[in-house]
């Protein structure tokens, strides 16, 4: 028995001393290394290879640790950065980058034309499974790009070349104004031969499977996050001494959550959403960039009978209060929007906004209760019926949004019925690109791009959803891609019009981000897009 | 004893074969597809899918399903980190998973026996009421509860602890998602050693140890722990459930990467692949602790063996 | 148990067996053990206030919906927000409609009632996000968990109840295959059988219902199996038997009887659980559609403005941890009547 006792005594002090071994182990760990910039992020990415990314939180981890030809600068304009110059042909359909000279990856070995022209056959490459090939079919358009990615043309065939060591020529089958900002996404950010085939198929899964050509080399990463980590890369071309040592990427889902751990200073820099603006908003840490993340409403008016009647899509424009929900309901990230291009988005040749007045189209989608009841009967009178019933999708995770508006089209709309779906994201998004899987669907998107056709895109459908084929509207956006300067904004304002007279979208809200920054952590800024954040400016002192 | 270990084991496997049918007809039940992002072409789906052998005969993929199954190959995710083998995401959360699920059972089974035992030792109208405060707050608050008052109180108000899990301090980080899931062990726990160390303090044995002069530290520890001890194991396989579901939502709540916030994400994201392939290892895991248990309650109590399994 | 009494025979030791057996074989010891088990129920002190808070709890999500004089639907987007207002209190300045707000730049305290200008307006809990009365949202909530809760469980009762009579009286062959049955589904956890059953369906009251049913069962059968093993065997039954009653009477008037008890501390034991997992399907998104609202979703959407407005998850909190309580109690109370 007292051998008994013994044992039982000594695995309680097994026991005993583990516990306390677990709770105080490494417990002094300072809630932030000092010289690290702590930034979170709302889900986790869901790849780190560059080629592949289609979502937005995949493209800002990547942009800590890849560079790209062209850059937005703190100040928001387009500079290069791995490019010394570009030059784009008379014809509009030869665009060359010099590359600067001595830039070096991650592991010291040289970064060369060869590996632009590489990343963007990766694209291509159907091998690849990239679900960024849209960018270099659709949005512009790469000798071959639709050829070769499905598999009728060999990768060689892709219109890129590298002529020499520093020189990349990009061969288009149509001009393309706005490829500078294009390039500046990951997608075409450089990528090299040789590691990825000494990787295999491990190649960006870890922090050793990836090379970095940006500020920063990823340090710990694996597949599906909570946490990512990343430190500085010494051998970066532009690398400047910013006071940040490593940035820690933390993955927080809840907004609160993220808001408490700023607030206890785990994170330097906390991007609110929500209502945790009200928490904010006269905090002198508060910033605010508009950014041309927005939101719209899409209506099926070539399946859906009822909505293919122009007074019902003019009735539904008309009886959104934008205004009291951006107020009451979203309270932070968004105002009203009532064209399809946000201010501050896009800058027309003779150097103004091209949507500086946005109550241009108030005549159609500025709110009134009264004018749409008025559209709504005349609209139902001519499809001869009292009530209508329509499916209304929507992203589960902005149900927030879409049910006072739904509500809001029900109460002023007498006679409608929406039923609501709300699905996953992916699920959403799969019925979003369709343009015809539904007969309303809430969108909300970033477009890849700073040029009105990239807001215009998802009204054209693709491969065989081929809408507005042979409209008005169809032609404007073709001859928008073979002119270029004050004629070409001519036309996209024409384009603009066409599709607000036709209510083929109603737009509702625009985006905005805020951010509250710690003390010490200056510069922060984003691209104009809102993809991501600019990183070039960030700056952190201890103090 | 040979004979009913044979029999528990063959009974798991079959167990285990028929969780994988039904979860292969429920994969093909599935709302949605592996392919959702709509920016790839039709040529690109068909070539993916030929990949995935999506392309084959129902019949034929089960038993491809089958095979790399036994083979330890869970297949690879479709959208939440595409292409990433399954495996590889189970393996780097499984251990942290495990680490906080064991602690929280240990640390919630000794507050809980601890609890538990006192209280009916002394049986005091203090004591009791607080035994009855702690218990019911266990059984009665949902987890994540739990979580959100100790993130609010001894994170955000007091910053004692951190919020979220860091890699950099794991076990300094992970004392808030252990606390939060070990209240509703020890409730649990508890509970169930009053109830049996009661019954064992009434028996006779106690009795006339009490009499012959024992000293009560010696009588709880020889005969009231080990007593209310066996019925206890009994517990253990419902409380391991109850954390596999706590740890969907503490880890969720904390961003401990462990698998039930994958699951949390595969859910939410459809990423059926990967929810399929966590249901098999939550249920080959439910079902090896639970022929463990079996087994060491059939070497606590023997009665069991001649009874066949128990109920 | 050894009580040192000197035992004192009583009269009735001395009635012939015979006679004994006939009072057993009636009906009546059934409904007496029933009076005298309703009678230690309620000699509980813990068990009455279960059962209090149980009624208290029933009655509101009956008529709590009505009483606050807004719909538990209807929004009015400028009333988003507002803290409690309670009638009385207001007057004495707690619970007026002001509420502190744990800014980044500091603590600050608004009242919106007073800046809306409706301060004759009384939102008892506050209103949500799209100013909708939280006090009819709470016990519509607790309506529909209850509603769910209640199907389930009436369902797995039976379900459960049959299946393990079944296998239980028939034993043999029958019971070893049912037995069988069982042992996969019960080994299959709840967790992963509901997750994947709410992937598969639509989301909404049906399927969470008939998920939560899917696993639920299995423990009254057990319950139901075992105590049909005990009874079985016991000699009125023999004796019905032997009289040649048929099947279906012995398990409807000799076996039914006896064994409710335990199914009503089972139902107890399975209503929180059912509500219990519905909040934690809610919590996971897989729960009540978008705009519905159950304990589930009034949780989880408190849950995320902790920090900003406690008040919406403190109703609803309390109210899901009440009925914890409550139906735990009156099982507890149950149980130690039985015994």
Known sequence: MKMKMYRLKSTLCVVGAFLIMMMTGCGSAANTEAHELNFHIGSPPSTIDAQTLSDTVSASVIKFFTSTLYEYDPERDLVPCLAESSEVSDDGLTVTYHIKDGLKWSNGTPITADDFVYGIQRIADPATKSSAVYLITDCCMIENAAKVSTGQMSVSELGVSAPDRLTFVIKLEKPCPYINSLVTLCCFAPCSREFVSSCGSSYATSADTVLSCGPYILDRYEPLPSQIHLVKNDNYHNQTDNGIDGVNLQVIGDSQQALMCYETGMLDIFRITGEFADLAADDPHLVNFPCAQIFRLDLNHYDNEVLADLNIRRAIAKSIDRESIAVNVIRSGYTALERVVPNDFYTETNGEDFAADQKLYAEQMEYDADKAAEYWAMGLSELGVNSVKLDFVYSASQARIAEPLARQLETNLSGLELNLVPLPDKEWLTRMNSGRDYDIIMESWVPDFTDPTALFTTCLGSGDNNMYAGSEFRELYDKSGSVSGAERDELLHQAETVLMDDVALIPLFGGEQRYVIRDGVSGLQITPTGVEIIISGLKKEVG | MGRYLRKRILISIAILFVILLVLFLLMQLMPGSPFNDAKLSEEQVASLKESYGLDQPVIVQFFRYIGKMLRGDLGVSYSISPNTPITTLIANRFPVTLRIGFFSLIIGTAAGLTLGLITAFFRGRVMKLIFNFFTLIGIAVPSYLFAIFFSWVLGYKWNVFPLLYDFRSPAFSSVMPILAMSLSVMAVIGQFTKAEAEDVIKSDYVLLAKCSGMKSSTIIIKYILRNSLIPVITVMASLLVSLLTGSLVIEKMFSVPGIGGLLTTAISSNDYSVVIALSFVYSALYIVVMLILDILYCVVDPRVRLGGKPS | ?339
């Open chain 3, 1 to 339: 148990m050894s009580e040192n009494a000197v035992y004192i025979p009583a009269d009735a030791d001395f009635v012939p067996a015979g006679e004994e057996r006939k009072v057993l074989a009636s009906s009546e010891t059934v409904t007496g053990s029933k009076n005298d088990m309703r009678k230690r129920f309620f000699a509980q002190k813990s068990a009455v206030v279960g059962m209090v808070i149980l009624v208290l709890l029933t009655v509101l999500a009956v008529i709590g919906p009505y009483i606050s004089g807004h719909g538990y639907d209807d929004q009015q987007l400028e009333r988003a927000n507002l803290a409690p207002r309670v009638p009385v209190l207001a007057s004495m300045g707690i619970l007026d409609g002001s509420e502190t707000l744990n800014k980044t730049s500091g603590e600050v305290t608004v009242n919106r009632y007073e800046e809306l200008g409706i301060t004759d307006e009384y939102y008892i809990f506050g209103t949500d996000s799209l100013g909708r009365d939280m006090f009819a949202r709470a016990f519509m909530g607790l309506r529909i968990s209850l509603v769910i809760a209640l199907a389930a469980t009436v369902i797995n009762l039976v379900i459960g109840m049959n299946y393990g009579i079944i296998s239980g009286y028939f034993g043999g062959m029958t019971d070893i295959i049912m037995q069988r049955v069982i042992d996969v589904i019960g080994s299959i956890p709840t967790l992963v059988v509901v997750t994947l059953l709410m992937l598969v369906l639509q989301p909404g009251m049906g399927s969470i219902i008939l998920a939560l049913m899917l696993s639920g069962w299995i423990e009254m059968s057990h319950i139901a199996r075992a105590e049909v093993l005990k009874v079985k065997e016991l000699e009125y039954v023999q004796a019905a038997r032997t009289l040649g009653a048929g099947h279906m009477h012995i398990i409807f008037r000799e076996i039914m009887p006896n064994i409710t008890g335990k199914l009503v501390t089972q139902i107890m034991l399975s209503i929180p659980a059912a509500v219990f997992l519905e909040a934690f399907l809610s919590f996971v998104g897989l729960g009540m559609p978008a705009g519905s609202c159950s304990l589930g979703t009034m949780l989880t959407d408190g849950f995320s403005n902790v920090l900003l407005h406690s008040y919406k998850l403190l109703p609803t909190a309390a109210l899901m941890v009440l009925l914890m309580i409550g139906c735990h109690l009156v099982a507890e109370g149950l149980k130690k009547a039985a015994e």
